[in-house]
Structure formats: structure tokens, C-alpha cells
């Protein structure tokens, strides 16, 4: 008997030999029968970021990357990619709505795109979608044969974890429909690993149409708005909202006590110290970056969110949505409702009563030593009274 997990490889084989044919036809030469494709044409490979590659050097063992992993992603993504650009036209304007989660890291957003994509308010990327980074209206296609229900032959591929749940480690979940930051996809667009400001001539050189285009194309093809962590770009949401009016903010807003205790504890998972940076860069990173951990991750916190709230402030009310933390996490419910209201103001269609939690753990407890907390509390207090150190 032929388990579901070869049967899922051998569909995935055939989708994909399927689309090689269809851009190979396309890209034939002139000298190969009619009609016949020519499958040595060639295609380049992407090749990884060398800074990236450094970057990833310094995280522990745990949280490093699957090389083997990495390669044949590359390829694949490489070989998708003229598909990918007969499925997403050059239409720049989603049809509906795409909202994009901003906010300091270790604010909850992954607790928020769970909760999101259980709602089925909106599609979102999942950890299948995001291999497919460079090509994703493909992998979009790809992964409904293998996974919708509607799709599926007398049971072949019932194993396949569809459940979303509530867990997850700095961010990276767990189950092939569960939600995937998707960091790969933006990094084809914005020249970055962590969030941090562009400049006007990086911003310059983005390959926006394509960037939009792509969007578009998985908007039409799920028929309904498409959510995603947009937090990479925390410190350019000005260049976003000018190339979309259909980009709806969401910044999310962790008290920043337990917000910065949350960091100092992913510095010590991520790279076994809480002396190396982690995540996001705000403008003011250079003079944070010379004091001590704990004025460093209430500082991110601060600053980071500071520049969000700014950037937001210039939009419309329908496109900029605050959801404090605490309060999306004791009444979940009406945090969709508005969301809801926003996505009827962009016209997005119809939506159900909330069915979801009525209520989840905050997680706002102290977990640090006494005197590690005692040190971050004063800290916090200082930053709050304006008693900080002189650039």
C-alpha cells in the first residue's frame, strides 16, 4: 500500500513536471522539433545572500537552517518561475483587501495570524505556501490539490495536518496549514534580513509591480483578503500604503514590560546570550546598541512602536487599526468585529459571526530571575520618565 506521504510527493512531481512542460513549451528553441519542449533550457538558480548566510552562523544549533532544505527550495523556486509569471499578471491592484500585521517583535503576531486564519476571515500564508516563496499563485494552486478536502480522492491524503493551533517558537509554527511569516517571499522584494529603515534608493530599486502583481494574483485565485505579517517593513509603511490603497494596516501593541522581557528571552533561545541583537532595527538603533541588553529591548520596543504609530496616524481610519495585545487577548471577538467593519469598507464582501476563543493567556507573567525582572522594570520606568542616557 502506498502511504500518503509518497503519494503526496509523487502529485507535487506531477504538478510541477506539468508546469515545467507549460514554460518550457514556452521557451523552447528554435532548433527542437514543433511542438516539443526543449528541457535544457536554462534557468538560474537563486542563490543565497552571503550576509544572511553570516547572520545565520551566529544563532545557535537549534534555530540554524536546513541546508539540503535551502538548496533544493532554490531550485525549485528558480525552475516555478516563468510559471509564475504567466499565473500573476501585471494587475497591481488586489481585488480584495491585504492586511499586514506591523508591530515590535514579540507582540503577539503569531498568536494574532493563528487566530486570524482559524477565523476564516482571510487566506494567509501557510508553512506549505511559503516554500513556494518565488512562486507562491503556484504553490497556492499546489497546495489546494493537496490539502482542500474538496480535492481529495477516496481519503489518499487524509493524514496531512490541517488543524491550526495556538503553539509555536519564535514565531515558526507548527502543521502544514498553519501560518508561516512568509520572510522569504518578502526578501525576494526588500533587501533585508531583520526589519530596519530602507532608504529612498533601496526603496527605488524594489520591484514593486511584481511585488503587488503577485499579491494580486493570490488575492483572485482565494477570493477573499489575504493576511500576512508585514512587520520587515515596520519602518517603511509609508512607501507600502502609497502603492496600495488596499493595504490595511494592523499594529499590534504588547505592554512593553513583558514585551522587552519576551525579547531578552528570544536573544537567550536564539542565540544562547542576550548580548546579540535580535529582530528589529528602529531608527535609533546605533545609540541603543551601546548600552546594556535591557535598555536595548525596552528601547526596541519603544521606538519601534513609536515609528509605526506615526506612520499610521497619516492614513484614514479604515486602513490603520490599533489592537492592543492585552485587549485583543480578553475579548478576541471584538477585534474581529473590527476588522470585519474595515473589510466592508473596502467593499471586501460579506462575513460570518465570530464563532472563535472567546478569550487566551495573555502570557504577561514575570519569567526572568527576581533580579533580572527588578533590573528590567527600572529600566522600563526610566525610559517611561524620560531618565534615559544622553545620545
Not at 167 to 182: Q, R, W, Y
Not at 189 to 212: C, M, R, S, W, Y
Not at 218 to 244: E, V
Request: with cysteine; glycine share 4%; aromatic share 12%.
Amino acid at each position: 500500500m502506498i502511504s500518503s506521504a509518497l503519494l503526496c510527493m509523487y502529485l507535487a512531481k506531477r504538478v510541477l513536471r506539468r508546469l515545467l512542460w507549460s514554460l518550457t513549451v514556452r521557451n523552447s528553441r528554435s532548433n527542437s522539433p514543433k511542438g516539443f519542449p526543449n528541457f535544457s533550457c536554462d534557468y538560474v538558480i537563486i542563490q543565497p545572500d552571503k550576509n544572511i548566510e553570516a547572520f545565520m552562523s551566529i544563532r545557535k544549533p537549534s534555530q540554524r537552517r536546513n541546508q539540503n532544505l535551502e538548496r533544493l527550495l532554490r531550485e525549485t523556486n528558480s525552475l516555478l518561475e516563468v510559471a509564475e509569471e504567466r499565473v500573476a499578471t501585471r494587475d497591481t491592484c488586489p481585488e480584495f483587501p491585504v492586511i499586514l500585521i506591523m508591530g515590535a517583535p514579540r507582540s503577539g503576531s503569531t498568536l494574532f495570524m493563528q487566530w486570524l486564519a482559524n477565523t476564516g476571515l482571510v487566506d494567509y500564508p501557510t508553512n506549505i505556501l511559503s516554500r513556494f516563496f518565488g512562486a507562491p499563485a503556484i504553490g497556492a494552486r499546489i497546495q489546494k490539490i493537496l490539502t482542500d478536502p474538496e480535492f481529495s480522492f477516496r481519503d489518499d491524503l487524509f493524514d496531512i495536518q490541517r488543524d491550526i493551533g495556538y503553539e509555536s517558537n519564535l514565531g515558526k509554527t507548527s502543521g502544514a496549514l498553519s501560518p508561516n511569516e512568509f520572510w522569504y517571499f518578502w526578501r525576494r522584494f526588500f533587501p533585508l534580513e531583520i526589519p530596519e529603515p530602507l532608504t529612498a534608493g533601496q526603496l527605488a530599486n524594489v520591484d514593486i509591480k511584481t511585488f503587488l502583481s503577485e499579491l494580486a494574483a493570490l488575492t483572485d485565485f482565494y477570493q477573499k483578503p489575504f493576511a500576512m505579517k508585514g512587520m520587515l517593513l515596520n519602518f517603511n509603511i509609508d512607501f507600502l500604503a502609497k502603492q496600495s490603497t488596499g493595504f490595511i494596516f494592523v499594529h499590534l501593541i504588547r505592554d512593553t514590560l513583558f514585551n522587552a522581557q519576551s525579547l531578552l528571552q528570544a536573544r537567550l533561545d536564539y542565540f544562547g546570550n542576550i548580548k546579540e541583537w535580535y529582530s528589529s532595527k528602529p531608527p535609533e538603533y546605533k545609540w541603543l546598541k551601546k548600552m546594556d541588553p535591557f535598555h536595548q529591548v525596552v528601547g526596541q520596543c519603544i521606538f519601534t512602536n513609536y515609528s509605526i504609530r506615526e506612520s499610521l496616524l497619516r492614513l484614514p481610519p479604515n486602513r490603520a487599526i490599533s489592537v492592543g495585545y492585552e485587549s485583543f487577548c480578553c475579548n478576541p471577538k471584538k477585534v474581529y468585529d473590527q476588522l470585519v467593519e474595515a473589510l466592508h469598507e473596502h467593499d471586501a464582501g460579506v462575513f460570518s459571526k465570530y464563532t472563535g476563543p472567546e478569550k487566551f493567556s495573555s502570557r504577561n507573567d514575570v519569567s526572568l530571575p527576581a533580579g533580572e525582572f527588578s533590573r528590567l522594570k527600572d529600566v522600563h520606568n526610566a525610559f517611561m520618565s524620560g531618565e534615559v542616557p544622553a545620545e
